[in-house]
């Protein structure tokens, strides 16, 4: 099972990114996708989430209107769409894989299978 994460960069504020996390190993009818961030000094934290099985999205509220999780069953891999970026959003980002269904998608210890992270800076 592998996790890549790939997309982050420097931006300024008001920019967009999208950020790409290639799944291989296991397939997404089986497993949940979350993606989390973490910034300086702050706990990891839960960004989007989205179940292919039961055709569920969520967003934590600080990035909701704002990102946006879609997925690509052929190509295995999920998307997050970060729009009007904001400096509060620098941060490393994750991808992570739970066996689906997850009871709280928050929850970073639900995750079994996690990418190396990938880092997005917002200029203000």
């Known amino acids: 099972v592998q996790i890549v994460e790939s997309g982050g960069d420097l931006v300024q504020a008001g920019g967009s990114l999208r950020l790409s996390c290639a799944a291989t190993g296991f397939t997404f009818d089986t497993y949940d996708i979350g993606w989390f961030r973490q910034a300086p000094g702050k706990e990891r934290e839960g960004v989007s989430w989205i179940s292919e099985a039961d055709n569920l999205i969520d967003y934590t509220d600080s990035v909701k209107g704002r990102f946006t999780i879609s997925s690509d069953i052929a190509k295995n891999t999920v998307y997050l769409q970060l729009n009007s970026l904001k400096p509060e959003d620098t941060a490393v980002y994750y991808c992570?894989?739970?066996?689906?269904?997850?009871?709280?998608?928050?929850?970073?210890?639900?995750?079994?299978?996690w990418g190396q992270g990938t880092q997005v800076t917002v200029s203000s």
């Open positions: 992570a894989a739970a066996i689906a269904p997850v009871k709280n998608w928050l929850r970073s210890s639900e995750y079994r299978f």
